[in-house]
């Protein structure tokens, strides 16, 4: 075995929480001391970006036809509206005196380790150069200019991640949310960008060296120490269909030269704990450059939805449940099927992901319309039923149930109880419509290539990303969960081994709202402050 692989199992081993005792965490936790969530470079040019708020046309049902929707310029207003609908503020929170901002990528714990860059090449409003988003000004903080000349134009986005702050919370564990963070984050720029009639491009094959180099946060000078971040995803925007591809290669040679600007604040909280675990799994789990075929895009049209609302309303209102209302009517199936469809490797969401789906959903039904409540499988390919078949309980009956989507009745009985014990004792596991495990082709993934740890989990995001916003599209209200048991999860499954594992778990229902808590508009403070 690859020797990281054996590294990146201890860590996966080491970081399960057990019925017993949880993953390693801090004993202790001061609010007061919470890391900033909002990262600042002191010493750059700041651009601030055109209000936030614009409303676009397409309905959420049509980025099922991404095709079809009206490509808007690119322009520095519009840049402003892909990033405020995917890493940007969509509301605060107010309870007392605490004051706190929700973005419309959710996070675990609301911490956001996951930063983004932009990289903007020939193109007239914004000089060639890379970009940090500043989501809480809606403004971008010039880090690098390019020397000479380009003839083309195009647009990058790329994607960090700041361990530690995931981790003042998370202690070990953390790693896993900031990689699932980072698939919602991918997800939730997937859905901005069609809204625009744009599309994402995961550029697959760059090592985290390259991407790392690209966006200058191997710059470790410019960061203070224990507050660095570990470069993660670079995407191509596709602005216009016959858009000329920017050559990220030569691009990644003439960052070096480029006049960098600024360094990073300190993200202020006392470094009370450590983690060491998880830069030994980052260096293990890192990203060499890849020989990555090009996906063929087999695109089916997801079971027709009820909504009828546009997608920048969805996108903008996207919360997670705190609460679920457990004596909630059955939520319809035309809803269940089509959130399930909306999930499969085929969806219009999902034709970025340049690999073979790895995940499949395990699903806990507990008050869907027509369907004994019980645990059902959605295997998300049709070659891995099979194999999930035969590493799970004998006694499942694996008997398929629909003509829309390929989902299967295993076993009929009330999992309420079952659920909520399993995800670390929370009531949103029982008292929704159904709560679900992402369960991952696992052994085989990371056996020979290691780095691959992360790309399930940021598949798993991506899923989670795709129900959040089909769920507010029926008109009820997601959660992903993180916390969970994860060998009792699979005893419960039946697994023995590391074939398959649960890397991410989410729930749906109808929401209770907080009435104690206060809404305040997304940017408000731009205006007042
Ligand atoms: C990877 C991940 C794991 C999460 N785990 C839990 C969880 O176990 N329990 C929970 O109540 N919420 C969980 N959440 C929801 C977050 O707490 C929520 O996203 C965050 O507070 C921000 O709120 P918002 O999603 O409404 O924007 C999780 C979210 C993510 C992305």
Redesign the pocket.
């Known amino acids: 075995m690859h020797k990281n692989t054996d590294t990146v199992l201890h860590y996966h081993q080491t970081t399960k929480h057990r019925l017993e005792r949880y993953a390693k965490g801090p004993e202790s936790i001061d609010w007061e001391d919470q890391p900033d969530a909002f990262r600042r470079f002191s010493g750059c040019k700041i651009i601030h970006l055109p209000a936030p708020g614009v409303e676009l046309k397409p309905l959420f049902t049509d980025l099922d036809t991404p095709e079809s929707i009206l490509i808007q310029p690119l322009n520095r207003a519009n840049i402003g509206l892909l990033l405020e609908l995917s890493v940007g503020l969509?509301a605060w929170k107010q309870f007392g005196s605490s004051r706190w901002a929700?973005?419309c990528n959710?996070?675990?714990?609301?911490l956001h380790p996951t930063e983004a860059y932009l990289i903007s090449v020939g193109n007239d409003f914004l000089n060639t150069g890379v970009y940090h988003y500043v989501s809480h000004d809606h403004s971008l903080e010039q880090r690098c200019l390019f020397k000479g000349n380009v003839d083309e134009t195009g647009l990058l986005i790329g994607l960090s991640s700041v361990h530690w702050r995931e981790a003042w919370k998370y202690g070990e564990r953390a790693y896993r949310?900031c990689q699932?963070?980072i698939g919602?984050a991918l997800g939730a720029l997937r859905y901005a960008a069609a809204t625009l009639g744009w599309s994402v491009e995961l550029l697959a094959e760059y090592s985290d060296e390259e991407i790392g180099r690209l966006l200058g946060v191997k710059r470790e000078a410019d960061f203070k120490r224990l507050e660095g971040e570990s470069p993660d995803i670079i995407c191509r925007i596709n602005t216009q269909a016959n858009s000329k591809p920017v050559d990220v290669n030569a691009l990644i040679d003439r960052v070096a030269s480029g006049t960098w600007f600024g360094t990073a604040d300190s993200l202020r909280a006392y470094h009370l704990y450590k983690w060491p675990i998880i830069d030994t799994v980052a260096t293990a789990a890192s990203k060499p450059r890849t020989i990555e075929p090009q996906r063929q895009a087999v695109r089916h049209q997801p079971l027709t939805s009820s909504c009828t609302e546009n997608a920048t309303v969805i996108i903008r209102k996207?919360?997670?449940a705190?609460q679920f209302d457990g004596k909630m009517s059955p939520l319809p199936t035309t809803d269940f099927y089509r959130m399930l469809s909306a999930v499969l490797p085929s969806s219009a969401a999902l034709a970025l992901w340049r690999w073979p789906a790895k995940i499949h959903l395990f699903i806990f039904v507990h008050r869907v319309e027509g369907l004994a409540p019980g645990l059902y499988a959605l295997p998300r390919t049709v070659a891995a039923q099979a194999s999930l078949r035969t590493a799970t309980l004998t006694d499942f009956d694996w008997q398929p149930i629909s003509d829309c989507v390929q989902l299967y009745h295993l076993h009929t009985s009330d999992f309420k109880l079952t659920a909520k014990t399993l995800?670390?004792h929370?009531p949103?596991a029982s008292d929704s419509a159904f709560s679900l495990a992402m369960v991952a082709e696992f052994s085989t993934s990371i056996e020979t290539t290691p780095w691959l740890y992360r790309r399930l989990f940021w598949e798993c995001?991506l899923i989670?990303q795709v129900l959040y916003l089909e769920a507010e599209a029926a008109g009820v209200r997601g959660?992903?969960?993180?916390?969970y048991f994860d060998d009792s999860v699979h005893a419960l499954l039946g697994f023995k081994d590391n074939a398959f594992q649960s890397l991410?778990h989410f729930t749906v229902g109808k929401p209770l709202e907080d009435s104690r808590l206060q809404t305040l508009p997304a940017y408000g403070h731009l205006t007042i402050e």
């Open positions: 969509s929700l973005r959710p996070s675990s714990g609301n949310y699932h963070d919602h996207r919360r997670s705190q995800y670390c929370q949103i995001g989670g959660t992903g969960i993180g916390c991410y």
